[in-house]
Each structure stands twice: as structure tokens, then as C-alpha cells.
């Protein structure tokens, strides 16, 4: 493919900010330095590199536990291999209904499981409660149904929810009470601990967590997702299930050296820390508009807005990028480098239109 043109290159580096997904994000500065330094000479490959065992160790210090860590490239594999390992192809799996395994996976926790079956439980905000496990546990016990044997949740939710260290344990109870494991899906794992300001031990293995999928890509990587063990036994053979999904990176460095460079100088959290407060900024602004509602509380980096399809259409019409696929709100995710001017250009536009 030729390279752009400087016209054209012009035209993209002026594309303006969106905030349709804090995937649009590019790369921030650290963990784009921490692989130019990784890309000097020879190193081993296949995980069997410096940078990989100084980056489990260094998971093993932010969770101050002996945890097992495994890097893939993304979130969908992180999530069903991590699944996968905690079932057999006859077991289901509980999640919400909302849930990214669920909803934008593509069948990959059932396809890497050889056919554990995704239990869905209807949630209102995207938070599950104790109880719907319990009665999704016990409704059957017969022969026909697959038993359920893991428990998903997501820490920051799909709605921008955030599961405070009591509301994880007395899910992990409930697992546990039913010969249950729990996995998180912690694609905003970093945007949870700046939400609460809680230690990474204290929301996942103390509130009983088994095993965490941290994401790295949404919180500006560009690719690698970290899977923790905290329940070890679940972790064996779990680089064999890496390598046979294609998921086992030969130049592993490159994922690495980011986490390295981010859990080492605290950016982890502070690019969350900012997404979190941008949120808030945005939902603040938009509070008492006409006909423009906030749908969910805004814990994280998320922000979802009901309005008519009037107000939609006159925000696309003027050039925002957004989905409305989580009950009919449109989101708009706020990400490391989102830039005031561009929130208050978005805020301006709201007002314009609500009138
Ligand atoms: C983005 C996301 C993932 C990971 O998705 P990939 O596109 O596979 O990296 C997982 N869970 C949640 C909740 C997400 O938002």
C-alpha cells in the first residue's frame, strides 16, 4: 500500500478527537517508547525474553501476590481462553446479558471451550447481583442442562459500571458456595482502581477473584492483554492454550516492555484516572439539558446518554461518532488523551441542539 501523500496525511492528522470508543485511541507515549527501547538487537523469543518475566514480576508486585501471568493479544481471546480454562465443554458459564463475552465475542468463549455454554442473566444497569446467580444455579440440576461452573462479571462494566471490593466478594460467596469460579473481564480493569481508589488486590484475588483478564489496549497499548492467576491450578497448561489459539506472540517484547514501562511510572493509572475524570466533566455538562438524560452512573470512562432520535441525528449531522447499542443511550467513552477543548466542543454542541 503507498504511503499517504502529505495531503492526505494533512487530512488525517487533522481527523478531530471522537469519543466513540476509547479504542480510537492511538498509542500513548509510554508504551510507544517502552517498545521503540525493546526494538535494539536480539532477545528470546517467544515470552522467554527479559521483558516478559521483569513484567509478570511486576504484576506480582502491583497485586502483591504469587500470581500467574499470561499476555495475549486481545481481549477476546484473554477472555475465553481465561473461561475456557475454568470449565469443561459440558459447563456453563454465567454472565450478564450485556456482557462483552456475550454481545461482541463472536461465540470465542464457546468456540475456545469446545462448547461451554454462556448463561445469560438479565441485569438492570449491567451489574449482576447474587441472587440472579443463585436462581440461575438452581433452577436446573438435571442432566440436560450444562451446570454452571464459572462466574463472569465485568470490572468496569459494559454501562460504566463499577463493582465495589463487597460487591465482588459476595459474588465470589455465591461462586464459590456453588462450586463456582470467578472470572473478571477487566478490559477497564485500570479505570476501575482510579474509580475507587482501591488496590488491585483489594478487587480482584482478596474479593475472591480466580482469574483476571487486565486490559492494556483500551488504556493505550497497542495490543496486549495480561491474564492473571490468582488461583494457580487454573493456570496449567494455560501456555499451551495460548499457543494452540494463536495467541502465543513470538515477538512478545513488544507487548511486554509497555506494562513494564506503565506499571513502573504509575501511567496505568493515571491515563485511566484521566479517561474517569473527562467522563465526569462530559456527564457534569450535559446534567439539566432539555430531553437529555444520563442513562447509568458514571463510575469510569463511560458515559451514556438518552436523548431522541432528533438529537442523535443532529449530533451526527454535525460530525460525532457514537454507538447506541447498549439500550438504545448513545456512549461516549473517554480515553487517556481526551482533550478538554474537544469535550467542550461536544458539550457546546449539546447545548446548541437541546436548545
Ligand atoms: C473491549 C473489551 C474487551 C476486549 O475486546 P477486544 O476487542 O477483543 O480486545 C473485553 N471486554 C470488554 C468489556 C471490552 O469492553
Given at each position: ?19 466513540a ?8 507515549p509510554?508504551a510507544w517508547?517502552?517498545?521503540?527501547e ?10 522467554e ?6 513484567a ?18 486481545n481481549?477476546?481471546?484473554a477472555?475465553?481462553l ?24 463472536c ?12 448463561l445469560?442473566?438479565?441485569t ?41 471490593p ?13 462450586k ?6 477487566g ?12 488496590t ?8 475472591g ?5 487486565f486490559g492494556?489496549t483500551k ?13 494457580r491450578?487454573?493456570?496449567r ?10 495467541q ?15 506499571l ?13 475524570t473527562c ?6 455538562g ?5 430531553g437529555?438524560?444520563?442513562?447509568f ?27 447506541t ?31
Open positions: 500500500m503507498p504511503l499517504p501523500t502529505s495531503q492526505e496525511k494533512d487530512s488525517i492528522d487533522s481527523q478531530p478527537q471522537q469519543f470508543s476509547d479504542n480510537y485511541s492511538g498509542i500513548c509510554d517508547e517502552a517498545m521503540a525493546a526494538n535494539v538487537g536480539y532477545a528470546r523469543s517467544y515470552g525474553d527479559e521483558w516478559t518475566s521483569r509478570a514480576e511486576m504484576f506480582r508486585e502491583l497485586f502483591e501476590y504469587p500470581c500467574e501471568v499470561f499476555f495475549a493479544f481481549g477476546t481471546a477472555n475465553s481465561a473461561l475456557a480454562s475454568l470449565c469443561q465443554s459440558y459447563h456453563g458459564v454465567v454472565c450478564a446479558d450485556s456482557a462483552h463475552v456475550e454481545t461482541d465475542e461465540g470465542a468463549p464457546e468456540f475456545f471451550s469446545n462448547g461451554s455454554k454462556l445469560t442473566v438479565a438492570t444497569n449491567g451489574k449482576i447481583l447474587p441472587e440472579v446467580v443463585r436462581e440461575i444455579v438452581l433452577r436446573r440440576s438435571d442432566i440436560h442442562f450444562p451446570p454452571p461452573r464459572a462466574l463472569t462479571i465485568s470490572q468496569a462494566t459494559e454501562t460504566g459500571l463499577v463493582y465495589r463487597d460487591e465482588i466478594a459476595a459474588l465470589a460467596e455465591t461462586a464459590r458456595s456453588h463456582m469460579h470467578l472470572h473478571m473481564d478490559a477497564r480493569f485500570s479505570n476501575a482502581c482510579a474509580s475507587l481508589g482501591c488491585p488486590a483489594e478487587i480482584s484475588w482478596k474479593a477473584v480466580d482469574v483476571l483478564c492494556g488504556n493505550g497499548m497497542a495490543v496486549g492483554e495480561a491474564i492473571v492467576f490468582f488461583n491450578e487454573l493456570a497448561d494455560f501456555d499451551y492454550r495460548c499457543k494452540q489459539a494463536g502465543l506472540a513470538s515477538k512478545m517484547r513488544f507487548l511486554t516492555a509497555p506494562w513494564i514501562r506503565m513502573e511510572n504509575g501511567s496505568w493509572l493515571s491515563n485511566a484516572a484521566h479517561a474517569n467522563a465526569q466533566r462530559f456527564a457534569e450535559i446534567k439539566g439539558l432539555d437529555i438524560d444520563v442513562m452512573e458514571v463510575d469510569a470512562n463511560a458515559v451514556f446518554v438518552r436523548a431522541s432520535e432528533e438529537v442523535f441525528q443532529a449530533l451526527r449531522d454535525r460530525g460525532w461518532r457514537f454507538y447499542f447498549i439500550g438504545g443511550g448513545a456512549r461516549f467513552m473517554f480515553s487517556w488523551d481526551s482533550r478538554e477543548d474537544r469535550i467542550n466542543e461536544l458539550l457546546a454542541d449539546f447545548r446548541e441542539i437541546a436548545g
